[in-house]
């Protein structure tokens, strides 16, 4: 369980460039929010960091994975299975690719600021 929650930190950092908290203490906001159950307004403190338009089934997913109980995190089969992974897949490889396009220009523009 444990992977899990790692590889729920390594998906959101893969996706979007940035850890979703920093530590996993009352003193960061962000995985306090988390702790608390205030997940909107967690995503509303992501967005500012990330992007406005963020799936609700990559939430949904990254959520669970780093879920403060382990016995509540998935197994990696459920991830596997899961509906954004499964988005993902069924893309067409025109969609991947201006998909591709898009994180690319998004992480040029960052590294410029």
């Not at 996993?24 to 906001?29: F, I, K, L, V």
């Given at each position: 369980m444990v992977d899990i929650f790692c590889l729920g930190q390594t998906l959101m950092y893969m996706t979007f460039g940035v850890p979703g908290f920093e530590k996993?203490?009352?003193?960061?906001?962000l995985y306090q929010n988390i702790f608390d159950g205030n997940i909107d307004n967690y995503w509303d403190k992501m967005k500012t960091k990330i992007y406005d338009n963020i799936s609700n089934d990559f939430k949904r997913l990254y959520i669970k994975m780093i879920s403060f109980n382990p016995t509540d995190r998935p197994d990696s089969q459920t991830i596997l299975n899961d509906n954004w992974l499964k988005t993902i897949r069924e893309m067409s490889q025109n969609e991947f690719k201006d998909l591709e396009k898009r994180v690319e220009a998004e992480f040029e523009s960052r590294e410029k600021k």
């Open positions: 996993t203490d009352g003193s960061c906001e």
